[in-house]
């Protein structure tokens, strides 16, 4: 799994800004919904680490597919950072700001997305040398006036806002300029995966881009 960086994922988030979540405690159901989003559209995944079988699920992907960027989300710790990236992890997604997490990542040079949701955390993360952070929870933490409020500040950084994002308020969370991408598990529901509809993850990646190009002609 080759390494990427900040730009490649820019250059990426330009044609689809959207980060489908995968949650799964099954290697070949994370392959196969990995293989439906990019199916539809969506080649930059994060697998989160909510399941036991996170790690091996992350693994399995970077493996077995071609084309498709993998990252890894709900990573809490150095430890759980150093475990995800010689796992196949190409990125990093916090649900919090943890300077030596960062710092890590940072330091070899592996784009994180830290979590942040108040000015001053936004502040410790642009102190750090970040320009990119996480915007979560974003519904509950202000949703899109929040968004628009700490971009007037923090004039250099972008948001990628992930929970509480879904198909219907997409095209809101895209039109602030400071948005590079949304995460968002919408696209990969449970009783779809667990009746193995993955031609329903499919299509809702579909309409996801089509969305996305609507809202960023």
């Known amino acids: 799994m080759s390494e990427i960086t900040a730009q490649t994922l820019?250059?990426?988030?330009?044609?689809?800004?959207?980060?489908?979540?995968?949650?799964?405690?099954?290697?070949?159901?994370?392959?196969?919904?990995?293989?439906?989003?990019?199916?539809?559209?969506?080649?930059?995944?994060?697998?989160?680490?909510?399941?036991?079988?996170?790690?091996?699920?992350?693994?399995?992907?970077?493996?077995?597919?071609?084309?498709?960027?993998?990252?890894?989300?709900?990573?809490?710790?150095?430890?759980?950072?150093?475990?995800?990236?010689?796992?196949?992890?190409?990125?990093?997604?916090?649900?919090?700001?943890?300077?030596?997490?960062?710092?890590?990542?940072?330091?070899?040079?592996v784009p994180i997305f830290a979590g942040t949701m108040t000015a001053g955390e936004v502040q410790r993360a642009y102190a750090l040398g970040l320009r990119t952070v996480k915007f979560f929870p974003a519904k509950l933490a202000g949703g899109v006036p929040m968004l628009k409020a700490l971009s007037s500040v923090f004039r250099e950084m972008r948001f990628m806002p992930t929970g509480g994002v879904s198909a219907e308020n997409l095209s809101e969370f895209l039109a602030v300029p400071s948005v590079i991408a949304c995460g968002g598990s919408w696209l990969t529901p449970k009783g779809s995966i667990e009746v193995g509809d993955y031609n329903a993850i499919t299509k809702l990646a579909i309409e996801a881009v089509a969305l996305a190009k609507a809202a960023r002609p």
Do not use: H, N, W
């Open 10 to 109: 820019e250059a990426k988030f330009q044609a689809a800004p959207v980060v489908p979540l995968i949650q799964a405690d099954d290697p070949v159901v994370a392959i196969e919904t990995a293989k439906a989003l990019q199916a539809g559209g969506l080649d930059v995944i994060e697998v989160v680490l909510r399941t036991d079988a996170a790690l091996d699920c992350m693994e399995a992907i970077a493996k077995e597919t071609s084309g498709i960027i993998v990252g890894a989300g709900t990573v809490l710790t150095v430890d759980q950072a150093e475990q995800v990236l010689s796992r196949g992890a190409q990125f990093v997604v916090s649900p919090g700001l943890v300077d030596p997490v960062a710092q890590y990542c940072l330091d070899r040079s």
